[in-house]
């Protein structure tokens, strides 16, 4: 069982590693840092001077090396626009993203998961074929159309809320209304595969058959069951919400990880960007973890698997 | 009076009729057979009367239980019916069972339900059921989950869960199928033991003739959601009237006296939804006339207290057929 925890987490950190790699190479590779910050008419000698500044003129190879070993000391290196250190700029704006994607993924759990399960215990009715369709609705449209709509219709026609800023509650909503969206239409589609099918197994059969409740068999038999499927999938939209909020947070102008990602990458601000993808894929990595976690807490059988390993 | 009556139970599937008005009683302590080959109706018959076909079967007709209509009542009354008058045990054992929950914690649901046990009391009796019906080391194999027993062991745990109800009448949905032979053996012993100790009745569902033999008292064949002959165990095996019934003993491979080539039953079980016009049975029949394919026979009560449902039967001092005469003309 530890064996199997240590290995896990040594892929975990595997993984990051690949990712701030690839981060790394990626970005020095796809443009020169001086001549965007310094805009293309600066002297040349003060773009040399910048370069020197901050190591670009160094082989590749000794730049990473000396990253690493940065990284090992928790120093995750300065910003080249306003020198202040990058792990600062990052996590003055982690409560921001917090306050839209936390409330998100609550709505996307507390509404797509019930609508999936009634769906499924009543098959083919009315309310069904609604959970089918709106679901279909949610998951295929873009979130960049979703949000510029209800801007449209909630901010401009009706004005009721506000279209962009931070000011107040009533500024979340609508970005935490479109993030929303799409998880609830997955989640309600993959929570109703799932109840049909543990409902059609023998063993709801037997659980009936023991002369328990419709309610008992729903709650005690089935939906334990269905909880490992929709467990793999909440995994996934946990490390999809961050992608999601890169987009909200652009069209809201929501002051968060998100947009300081793309003015970071745009700017080639080097250590704001690893910062942030540093951030981003521990998160992703953590609720992976996570997911296996409760794998072997929702199911024996993984739990065996996972001794056995 | 008898324990659980049937009458006219009719089941379609998306409007295709799979059973074509069953009628049976199962007296109290009585072991009852049903055998009859795959698709037959067999387990649909009781799977229907206890409510627990899929939401697009259309059932019609009546079942009591010591008097109370089970049909196109409230779900509230079958629920109570369910486990504690009524219990059932299904074909695969493995996967009947809830593979998240330990077998103790499912045992404890019937107790909990049909006999008010708390959960102390409940894990007490847990053991001794799982003692009782062989499961070994009973006391600390009672926490462990479904996927660490056995197939054979998994039934096991079924015909305890299903006791633990303390039901008047078991349905064996073909517990030993999915078993080896020698686990099948075992069951039906267990079963046997648990019928005399108990003093339960008992329906026994199976396509296993030898298994009904050992088993019960009375026997029902049926072939395509009908009941083509029924009477006692003895006169049913020394003399099967019906032309089926005679088909599924001659396709028995004999252990003892010469070899000699089984004699199968042509064809193939019609499809429900094209049913012959006449009787079921006709196309596959040596003995059918042209009556046979236009006319269907009823179930008649015969002069040696079984019943038939055939116009030209196997007469009754028959030993055997000859095998050109059972091959369809």
């Known amino acids: ?74 120093d995750f290196g300065v910003s080249m626009r306003d020198r202040s250190p990058a792990i600062d700029l990052v996590l003055e704006r982690v409560p921001a993203t ?14 797509g998961i019930p609508a999936g399960v009634y769906a499924a215990l009543h098959r083919e ?29 909630f901010a401009v026609t009706l004005g009721w809320l506000p279209s962009g800023g931070q000011d107040s509650w009533q500024h979340a909503i609508l970005p ?34 023991k002369g328990l409740s419709w309610r008992d068999v729903v709650w005690k038999h089935a939906l334990p069951n269905a909880s490992v499927p929709i467990v793999t999938i909440v995994g996934f939209m946990v490390g999809s919400l961050i992608a999601g909020a890169v987009v909200v947070e652009s069209i809201f102008s929501w002051p968060g990880i998100g947009r300081l990602l793309i003015v970071s990458v745009s700017n080639r601000d080097l250590a704001v960007v690893q910062c942030l993808l540093l951030v981003i894929a521990s998160t992703m990595v953590i609720a992976n973890l996570c997911v296996d976690f409760a794998y072997g807490l929702l199911d024996p059988r993984l739990r065996a698997n996972a001794a056995a390993h | 009076m008898s324990y659980v009556s049937i009458r006219d139970l009719k089941v379609s599937f998306d409007g295709v009729q ?4 069953i009628n049976l009683d199962v007296a109290k302590g009585e072991a009852l057979g049903l055998v009859g080959e795959s698709g037959c109706g067999k387990s649909v018959t009781w799977l229907a009367a206890l409510g627990l076909l899929p939401g697009k079967a259309t059932v019609s007709g009546s079942v009591t239980v010591e008097g109370q209509q089970l049909i196109g009542t409230a779900r509230t009354a079958v629920e ?51 003692d009782m019906v062989g499961i070994p080391d009973a006391r600390k194999r009672v926490d462990l989950y479904p996927h660490e027993f056995s197939g054979g062991q998994c039934q096991r745990v079924m015909i305890a869960m299903a006791l633990a109800g ?12 999915a078993l080896d032979a020698t686990i099948q053996a075992q069951i039906l012993d267990l079963l046997a033991m648990l019928r005399r100790e108990t003093g339960m009745a008992m329906v026994f569902i199976s396509h296993d003739l030898g298994a009904v033999g050992a088993i019960c008292d009375r026997v029902h064949v049926m072939y395509a959601g009908r009941i083509v002959e029924s009477g006692a165990i003895g006169p049913m095996f020394d003399a099967p009237r019906h032309p089926y019934t005679r088909g599924l003993f ?23 939804s094209h049913m012959p016009p006449g009787c079921a049975f006709a196309p596959r029949c040596a003995k059918a006339q042209a009556f046979c394919h236009s006319d269907a026979p009823a179930l008649m009560p015969q002069p040696d207290d079984r019943q038939l449902a055939c116009f030209y039967p196997v007469s009754s001092n028959a030993t055997g057929v000859a095998a050109d005469e059972r091959l369809p003309a």
């Open chain 1, 125 to 153: 009715s009315v309310a069904d074929r609604g959970v089918i369709m709106l679901s279909i609705f949610g998951f295929t449209i873009p979130s960049f159309v979703m949000g510029l709509v209800l801007v449209l219709v």
């Open chain 1, 176 to 209: 935490i209304a479109t993030m929303s969206v799409g998880g609830i239409g997955i989640l309600a589609r993959f929570s109703r595969s799932a109840m049909i099918e543990v409902m059609g197994q023998p063993y709801i059969r037997t659980a009936m058959a």
């Open chain 2, 250 to 272: 001659d396709a028995i491979p004999r252990l003892d006296g010469a070899r000699n080539r089984l004699i199968p039953i042509h064809g193939t079980v019609p499809d429900p």
């Open chain 1, 1 to 74: 069982m530890l064996n199997y925890f240590v290995t896990r987490l040594f892929r975990a950190v595997l993984t990051i590693l690949l990712v701030m790699t690839f981060a790394f190479v990626v970005l020095r590779l796809s443009g020169d840092p001086a001549s965007i910050l310094l805009g293309p008419d600066a002297p040349t000698d003060s773009i040399a001077a910048f370069r020197a500044r901050w190591g670009l003129d160094d082989p590749l190879w000794k730049q990473y090396l000396a990253y690493l070993k940065s990284i090992a000391q928790l």
């Open chain 2, 18 to 21: 799979v059973l074509h008005g």
């Open chain 2, 166 to 177: 303390a039901p008047d009448l078991l349905i064996a949905d073909e517990p030993t199928t």
């Open chain 2, 80 to 130: 109570g019916v369910r486990g504690g008058k009524v219990a059932m045990i299904f074909q695969d054992p493995s996967s009947s069972l809830n593979p998240v929950r330990t077998v103790g914690r499912q045992i404890c649901e019937s107790l909990r339900l049909h006999r008010g046990m708390d959960q102390r009391a409940g894990r007490i009796e847990a053991v001794r059921l799982l």
């Open chain 1, 98 to 111: 917090l306050a839209l994607t936390v409330p998100t993924l609550l709505i996307q759990l507390g509404v």
